[in-house]
């Protein structure tokens, strides 16, 4: 089985600001890394996923995650923030060889505030 | 621009009624997903169907809850009798069913149920 910690519920931060959302998994087989955005009062949408290659990636919005499989960790990152990036972000995971299903397994979700 | 939609976007009812929600998949999308979404405990899977077949409801309490899809455009989730426990926003969500798991999930704007 797969799971997702991720390490802030809460991260404030003010307009302009670099922010960085810490999420770790754990699985004993490799995975897909998703993260996806919730804006208030809507579903979520995806900003970038990790399959396979560089492991850096580059998403929607200016956003970028970087897998590390050493330290199992699939970080969100963003140089410069907008108020508009004000939304719950979830990290999620799935295994890559799996024959039965795609379900996500999602972490509890860190809530990023920003502020003029 | 192809969206998932759901209804009803909201839904008061009281202990023991049955509930039951809506979800009409992107067209040519061949899985479907039912997630429930608390406070406590964050996002979870219910259940979920690949070309109309339900692959995985393990997620979903057996005794109270059913999910189905009479159609390719239609999936139902039914909650008999509803529990305020229930309380949460449920999300459907469908993909193309890429193999491996690799595909993006497009989620609906969600069912606010509240069971008094």
């Known amino acids: 089985a797969q799971s997702v910690t991720q390490l802030d519920s809460q991260v404030p931060v003010f307009e302009e600001a670099p922010v960085e959302l810490r999420c770790n998994y754990s699985?004993?087989?490799?995975?897909?890394l998703f993260w996806y955005v919730q804006y208030p009062n809507q579903g979520l949408q995806l900003l970038l996923k990790?399959?396979?290659?560089?492991?850096l990636v580059k998403g929607i919005n200016g956003f970028e995650a970087e897998f590390n499989k050493s330290q199992t960790s699939f970080h969100l990152r963003k140089p410069s923030v907008h108020i508009s990036d004000t939304a719950e972000y979830f990290c999620?995971?799935?295994?890559?060889?799996?024959?039965?299903?795609?379900?996500?397994?999602f972490g509890k979700g860190t809530s990023l505030l920003v502020t003029p | 621009d192809a969206r998932v939609t759901q209804t009803p976007r909201h839904k008061v009812t009281e202990m023991g009624q049955e509930v039951t929600m809506r979800c009409q998949p992107i067209?040519?999308?061949?899985?479907v997903f039912w997630y429930r979404q608390t406070m406590m405990q964050g996002l979870e899977l219910l259940a979920y169907?690949?070309?109309?077949?339900?692959?995985?409801d393990s997620g979903m309490p057996k005794d109270r809850f059913s999910a189905e899809m009479p159609d390719a455009t239609l999936a139902t989730l039914k909650i008999q009798p509803s529990e305020p426990r229930d309380s949460a926003v449920y999300f459907c969500?469908?993909?193309?069913?890429?193999?491996?798991?690799?595909?993006?999930?497009?989620f609906g704007p969600g069912t606010r149920l509240l069971v008094l």
């Open positions: 169907f690949r070309n109309r077949a339900p692959l995985d």
């Open positions: 699985s004993s087989v490799s995975v897909y």
């Open positions: 990790y399959l396979s290659g560089s492991t």
């Open positions: 969500a469908s993909g193309l069913g890429q193999a491996g798991g690799e595909e993006t999930q497009y």
């Open positions: 067209l040519g999308h061949n899985t």
């Open positions: 999620a995971v799935t295994p890559s060889n799996s024959n039965s299903g795609y379900a996500l397994n």
